[in-house]
């Protein structure tokens, strides 16, 4: 069953337990409305009246210093690299890279708490412009990837793009952060897969962060007197580890209600008023 993130008036309905759960983009704006694979970061478009700067080519990326990248800690740890041109399209590494001294010592950068698959998409991105799996073209879905279910039940899959959501906030790449973000929205999941995915939101983004808060408020303020039955034990969970969660959806819940009384006064309905009743006095 597809559901939407669009506010709109809540309608009854009943969601079967194990039942999936269409996520859908609320803002097509945040990401290429074709499902085109963004351009590459470096790639920046040059106002029509002015001159064109001279093109850097691909081999002069590659043939910069290679940066090691050490993710994770302990016996978690895992070295990558990638060349330092493309990682300073970032304002994270391009100050930390700014440190290193060229006198041959080793360029390193250590990423201790970051996610090692998160990272990964990172440096995809940076060097193809997408991450796997890639948006299937001019459709809201992503293409197959038979490591995984059709149905995320675990919240596996949201978090997945969530967590390079959060790494493209902190290495300050918005074209990734959208990316990341439309992708959220091709994933069918269910009750539980989706309080996973909120839990990790509430906990790594701020309150101002509206962009990915706020589609989850509305889905659930739409959809949790149905799906609560699901995962009633986790919903109540969530709700009290992170009131803010519950506050967001509650006041959706009550703007629903405000809006659907100024409609009911502004367009009353014909016949349905109810009489009070008349005694009689015989």
């Not at 940066?67 to 070295?79: C, F």
């Not at 989706?194 to 790594?204: D, Q």
């Not at 995962?231 to 109540?236: H, K, L």
């Not at 309905?269 to 009489?275: C, L, M, N, Q, Y």
């Amino acid at each position: 069953m597809a559901d939407s993130f669009a506010e709109e008036t809540p309608v009854e309905e009943t969601v079967a337990p194990g039942t999936d759960i269409e996520m859908v983009e609320g803002d097509e704006t945040a990401a290429d409305a074709n499902g085109a694979a963004p351009d590459l970061p470096f790639a920046e478009d040059a106002p029509e009246d002015a001159p064109a700067a001279p093109r850097t080519t691909f081999i002069q990326y590659l043939t910069s210093p290679v940066v090691t990248l050490l993710v994770g800690s302990g016996d978690n740890e895992t070295i990558l690299t990638a060349h330092q041109s493309l990682l300073t399209q970032s304002p994270f590494f391009a100050e930390a890279c700014a440190e290193f001294a060229n006198d041959g010592s080793p360029r390193q950068i250590e990423l201790s708490n970051e996610d090692v698959d998160a990272v990964g998409c990172f440096l995809e991105f940076l060097y193809t412009g997408e991450y796997f799996p890639r948006k299937v073209p001019g459709q809201r879905a992503l293409e197959s990837d038979p490591a995984v279910p059709k149905v995320d039940d675990t919240g596996d899959q949201l978090l997945k793009h969530a967590r390079v959501y959060t790494l493209a906030e902190k290495f300050g790449l918005d074209k990734l952060k959208n990316l990341a973000s439309s992708k959220i929205h091709c994933v069918s999941s269910t009750a539980k897969g989706e309080i996973a995915y909120a839990r990790y939101v509430y906990e790594f983004t701020t309150p101002e962060d509206t962009t990915i808060r706020a589609p989850i408020a509305n889905f659930w303020a739409t959809r949790s007197h149905t799906l609560r039955r699901e995962a009633e034990d986790e919903f109540r969970s969530l709700c009290l580890e992170f009131p803010q969660f519950g506050y967001d959806v509650l006041t959706r819940v009550l703007d629903e209600k405000l809006k659907r009384e100024k409609t009911e006064k502004m367009h009353p309905a014909t016949g349905s008023a109810r009489k009070r009743p008349r005694h009689s006095n015989v």
